[in-house]
T-cell receptor
Framework: KQEVTQIPAALSVPEGENLVLNCSFTDSAIYNLQWFRQDPGKGLTSLLLIQSSQREQTSGRLNASLDKSSGRSTLYIAASQPGDSATYLCAVRFLTGGGNKLTFGTGTQLKVEL | DTGVSQNPRHKITKRGQNVTFRCDPISEHNRLYWYRQTLGQGPEFLTYFQNEAQLEKSRLLSDRFSAERPKGSFSTLEIQRTEQGDSAMYLC???????????????FGPGTRLTVT
């Protein structure tokens, strides 16, 4: 079964700290991996998408890496701010089945405190 | 381009009633997806359309669920005889996929929160 796991489930850090969120997936045959942000009761905002041939993507203070062979991705957030508080979801598009859907992890709930 | 929109944003219904949700994708996006998200979980795939054709349905989509995309633009998701277990956030996403183009990112709407009492 193709699964996506995220650890930790929740994380609380002081403002200004750099942090890493982890995502692992059970099948290395993927099209791409996408990181999303979700605010309470809201929809999903796409943060970064990494194609299977790429090693990393960067957007502002965010950097996502991909190690397909080991089934891992990390989302690095630099200089965290209270506005970064949200749930971060990792989603994988697996090759099996044609890659027509995203398989999500359960998310990491981040709180950045003043 | 105003993004993916969903209506209503919230729906409260009594068990046994039918409900219908609407999703308007980003214009010219040919793929439309429905996901369901329960509290504390990631979204789970329900179904997707390529233009007006429904090409895949998850086992989560029981006989009480039906989705349509009649003209290849907006889509509706209907739940008949709602049950308390149907309470969830229903998310719609769209993407543009072309031959020889990598499967690109999905853009999500704000979701419809369903509460079945």
């Amino acid at each position: 079964k193709q699964e996506v796991t995220q650890i930790p489930a929740a994380l609380s850090v002081p403002e200004g700290e750099n942090l890493v969120l982890n995502c692992s997936f059970t099948d290395s045959a993927i099209y791409n991996l996408q990181w999303f942000r979700q605010d309470p009761g809201k929809g999903l905002t796409s943060l970064l998408l990494i194609q299977s041939s790429q090693r990393e993507q960067t957007s502002g203070r965010l950097n996502a890496s991909l190690d397909k062979s080991s089934g891992r991705s990390t989302l690095y957030i630099a200089a965290s701010q209270p506005g970064d508080s949200a749930t971060y979801l990792c989603a994988v598009r697996f090759l099996t089945g044609g890659g027509n859907k995203l398989t999500f992890g359960t998310g990491t709930q981040l709180k950045v405190e003043l | 381009d105003t993004g993916v929109s969903q209506n209503p944003r919230h729906k409260i219904t009594k068990r046994g009633q039918n409900v219908t949700f609407r999703c308007d994708p980003i214009s010219e996006h040919n793929r439309l997806y429905w996901y369901r998200q329960t509290l504390g979980q990631g979204p789970e795939f329900l179904t997707y359309f390529q233009n007006e054709a429904q090409l895949e349905k998850s086992r989560l989509l029981s006989d009480r669920f039906s989705a349509e995309r009649p003209k290849g633009s907006f889509s509706t998701l209907e739940i008949q005889r709602t049950e308390q277990g149907d309470s969830a956030m229903y998310l719609c996403a769209s993407s543009l996929v072309r031959p020889a183009r990598p499967l690109w990112e999905q853009y999500f709407g704000p979701g419809t929160r369903l509460t079945v009492t």
